[in-house]
């Protein structure tokens, strides 16, 4: 659950309840696989539409979670080197994250705002920053929020010159990462999407009474559910061979 959990919060669903999220999901793939079973006559489609739906959510939520980690990483040298000048002109933290939230980067613009208005509404700025750390929920931005807050508890000494190093390390990694991802992306994408051919070969080759029935016999139902088995490992194996590792959350709340 706290992976699940997690990867809400990195998709920017992390204000959502995730016990709630999940049983909405967990219906939604049953009523797909029911819907199947209704429209082909053959149940093994309708189990293995409820799991590879499932896997394909999960892979769906984790495309989300990564676009928006890599958008998080593109930015935010930025937000620090920002941050780092205002600090060094004098200019309030509160002040400089509402000029952030108006002039920097479009990609966080809302997110800074909403924290600016927590702020402006008078919530404790350690709440507020509780609150930034699950919108962004990123392991680079729990890193700039960790050493604000650190910051403030030793009267702000050597923020500026932290933010800027933070900065100028992320703006490497950025670099590094987007190299990476564009050489590894298309492979598991197109591997990924290969495990559904079979499928649709099956339900094509089910709309016949004579497939259907063979189909839904023991043995079809054994040589399906095998297949189904053989999918869904490949998927794993995938995943467990082509992730690129990613910092982790150390700070997470």
């Known amino acids: 659950m706290r992976w699940f959990k997690l990867k809400l919060q990195a998709a920017g669903l992390g204000h959502l309840m995730p016990m709630r999220l999940l049983g909405f999901w967990l219906v939604g793939l049953f009523v797909v696989a029911a819907v199947l079973v ?116 030793s009267g702000g000494i050597g923020l500026a010159s932290n933010l800027a190093r933070l900065g100028e390390a992320l703006r490497k990694q950025a670099a590094l990462n987007g190299e990476l991802s564009a050489k590894q992306g298309w492979v598991t994408g197109t591997a990924k999407l290969a495990l559904a051919t079979p499928w649709l070969t099956v339900v094509m080759l089910g709309s016949r009474p004579e497939n259907a029935r063979i189909y839904n016999s023991n043995l079809g139902m054994l040589a399906l559910g095998a297949g189904l088995l053989m999918c869904l490992g490949a998927y794993a194996v995938i995943n467990a061979v082509s992730g690129l590792p990613r910092p982790k959350r150390v700070f997470a709340a």
């Open 38 to 153: 209704r429209i082909t006559g053959l149940v093994a489609v309708g189990f293995a539409a409820f799991f590879l739906g499932a896997a394909l959510s999960v892979e769906l939520l984790a495309m989300r979670a990564r676009g928006r980690e890599n958008t998080l990483v593109a930015v935010l040298p930025q937000i620090c080197e920002s941050l780092s000048s205002a600090v060094n002109t004098g200019l309030d933290l509160q002040v400089a994250f509402g000029d952030l939230a108006v002039a920097g980067p479009k990609q966080t613009r809302a997110s800074l705002a909403a924290f600016s208005e927590l702020l402006n509404r008078g919530v404790q700025f350690e709440q507020a920053l509780d609150w930034l750390k699950v919108e962004l929920s990123q392991a680079d931005a729990d890193q700039m929020i960790e050493l604000i807050r650190l910051s403030r508890t």
